[in-house]
């Protein structure tokens, strides 16, 4: 009992000591993208640890005047997931220049259709940044921005609306009964998209309650999809 006890400890208790080069990685991969304590509890080292490691990282001659457009796409990518101080220590950039070029990006507006990559990504990252920061991001009006997330019937991570209101929980609207029998009759064969728009949920809602439930889509529908997916892969081409 007692060898058990002890390895339950050990295994609980954060790593301290050199950093191996694997976790330096990760740690890079990582900062800017997602807070100081959910990197400590993947690495398992105190919080206090990831933020020295990060300055030693990401320490270098700071950078001054014309920005390169490698830093620009990194500057996007960082955008509403962490503060400019943060974004600064990344790109060796004083805090000052990266507001300033985050005004910037603000400025420069496109009324163009939205191409399949920028599709992809704003799909990715819509739940966990603000509109006003997505409209920078992509370089789009807020009217844009929203009435595409209206389209792709997306939702804003519930974490993440917790963060922003500052309140400990968010109540969503509970699922009605004829909602249900509704997801269960249609979810095999619509797309998700097309259940969301119906019942005027995210899609995000409608996937977690149909696995939720052990709902799966039929073998025609994920035939049809995939011929979707492919049509749209030529298309982008």
Not at 2 to 30: D, F, N, T, V
Not at 108 to 128: H, N, P, V
Not at 157 to 162: L, Q
Not at 191 to 201: D, V
């Amino acid at each position: 009992m007692r060898s058990i006890k002890g390895g339950l400890g050990r295994a609980s208790a954060p790593r301290r000591g050199r950093w191996s080069q694997r976790e330096q990685a990760r740690l890079k991969e990582l900062y800017g993208l997602r807070d100081d304590a959910s990197i400590a509890r993947e690495l398992k080292r105190p919080v206090a640890s990831i933020r020295r490691m990060a300055e030693k990282l990401f320490h270098g001659p700071p950078r001054t005047g014309q920005w390169t457009a490698s830093e620009v796409l990194e500057l996007r990518r960082y955008l509403g997931a962490t503060s400019s101080e943060v974004i600064g220590r990344i790109l060796a950039r004083p805090t000052e220049e990266v507001n300033e070029r985050i005004f910037e990006l603000g400025r420069i507006k496109s009324d163009g259709s939205w191409q399949r990559e920028e599709l992809a990504e704003f799909k990715r990252i819509f739940g966990t940044r603000t509109d006003e920061d997505l409209s920078r991001i992509f370089g789009r009006s807020l009217d844009s921005v929203r009435k595409l997330a209206d389209e792709l019937a997306l939702a804003k991570d519930k974490a993440f609306v917790r963060k922003l209101a500052g309140r400990a929980s968010t109540r969503m609207p509970r699922w009605r009964s004829e909602e249900l029998e509704r997801l269960r009759l249609d979810y095999p064969v619509q797309s998700n998209l097309e259940l969301a728009r119906t019942l005027g949920r995210s899609v995000k809602s409608v996937v977690s309650k149909a696995h939720h439930l052990g709902l799966k889509k039929s073998s025609e529908r994920l035939r049809d999809m995939g011929r979707e997916n492919v049509s749209l892969r030529y298309q982008g081409a």
